[in-house]
């Protein structure tokens, strides 16, 4: 069933069912910069801001506390991941995911959709649903929006999202075919959800394709659901691409909704994705870099494994005053990374971390400040690659 097929009454039924216990304050605008907050049950989210990603129930190589004394006021978890392993229905057993991963603040769960579009040679899409194979251990599964909901009303997250089709960004045919299938699935994602303690976020597709995406961002508005996500970015359009479609989606989306755009988490396109009125981040990035031994600074990527850092007493970076930066020297972290410790990984995390949520604290600020454009434009000026 695609789009252009749906009943009129279905989909004014759906815009006129606001969800009450989620709305967001618009606090200040500065360009096409937002600051603002959104309300949830397990508290408020100010944005910008930077959501680590705990894709197994666990940020990895960090405790809850350690990611929340950072200042992580969300966290991510994988609808996709967790039915495989340890069940959605295991985890709701245990009190759900804030109880299970001991976090108390917001909790976002993926449906799984770009996990499927990753796994494109194990799974065959049709119009009402996916047919995959397990990557643990090649079993075969069935997932439909009305299933994708079912999981994340099991897991218990805040934030929860509609099942979408994520498509390789440049085929304008099946570009057009997979928007028009998610914005199906969106409108069955709706009438599947039975919790009323969870916003389910819609998410706008349409690869590079600036009149595609004009049209699923007025799809996905009109249907009026807490929160917007914009899927299908960074997953290989050239990044002038990806800001001038940021462009044209803050021409159409709702001002009064947050913005979430998924799976982008480098330091320059957060800066100029702020700029271009996105309100909410995610990304492995940081801690992925972090298992690799590679740190966020403040003038861009720095391998530490480099034996330049051999004898280096200084912090990581000067900058930063989170727990690595204070306490320990880049000659250690090196020696840590050289050994294998597994230390390493916990502490470029913690700093790597770090150093988004500052980035996205620091253009909240901004933005109620009224300095946006400068603070990017010095920001970015800093960004060059350390020798």
């Not at 990895?60 to 006021?73: I, M, N, S």
Request: proline share 5%; charged share 25%.
């Amino acid at each position: 069933m695609l789009t252009k097929g749906l009943p009129r009454d279905v989909l004014v039924g759906l815009a006129e069912t606001p969800m009450s216990d989620f709305h967001f304050e618009l606090i200040a605008q500065d360009g096409r910069g937002r600051a603002g907050i959104f309300h949830t049950p397990h508290g408020q989210l100010e944005t910008p801001l930077f959501a680590p990603v705990g894709t197994q129930a666990t940020v990895k190589a960090l405790t809850p506390k350690q990611v929340a004394e950072l200042g992580a006021t969300l966290v991510l978890a994988n609808a996709y991941h967790l039915y495989l392993r340890p069940g959605d229905q295991r985890v709701a057993d245990m009190g759900g995911l804030h109880t299970f991963m001991n976090w108390s603040g917001p909790i976002l769960t993926d449906s799984g959709g770009f996990q499927l579009f990753s796994l494109a040679d194990q799974r065959v899409v049709d119009e009402g649903g996916v047919t995959f194979r397990s990557h643990l251990d090649g079993s075969e599964h069935r997932l439909t929006p009305a299933k994708a909901i079912a999981i994340q009303e099991n897991l218990g997250a805040d934030i929860i999202m509609v099942l979408d089709e994520c498509a390789e960004p440049y085929d304008r045919k099946y570009n057009e075919t997979a928007m028009q299938r998610t914005h199906a699935w969106a409108v069955q994602s709706l009438e599947a959800q039975t919790r009323d303690d969870q916003a389910l976020f819609g998410i706008v597709q349409g690869g590079a394709f600036p009149d595609l995406r004009r049209e699923s961002a007025r799809f996905i508005a009109a249907l009026n659901t807490p929160g917007i996500g914009i899927g299908g970015l960074s997953v290989g359009e050239r990044k002038d691409e990806t800001y001038s479609i940021l462009e044209v989606l803050d021409e159409e989306l709702p001002e009064q909704r947050p913005r979430y755009l998924m799976g982008v988490g480098a330091p320059e396109d957060i800066v100029e994705s702020v700029r271009r009125g996105v309100d909410i981040f995610d990304s492995v990035l940081p801690t992925r870099l972090a298992r690799h031994h590679t740190a966020l600074t403040h003038n861009g990527r720095l391998n530490v494994r480099s034996s330049t850092l051999a004898d280096d007493p200084s912090a990581l970076d000067s900058k930063c005053d989170c727990y690595t930066c204070a306490n320990f020297s880049r000659a250690y972290l090196r020696h840590l990374a050289i050994s294998k410790e597994m230390l390493s990984a916990t502490l470029l995390s913690i700093h790597n971390l770090q150093c988004l949520i500052d980035l996205t604290r620091e253009l909240r600020e901004a933005i109620r400040g009224g300095r946006l454009t400068a603070y990017a434009d010095e920001y970015l000026r800093q960004l060059e690659p350390l020798e």
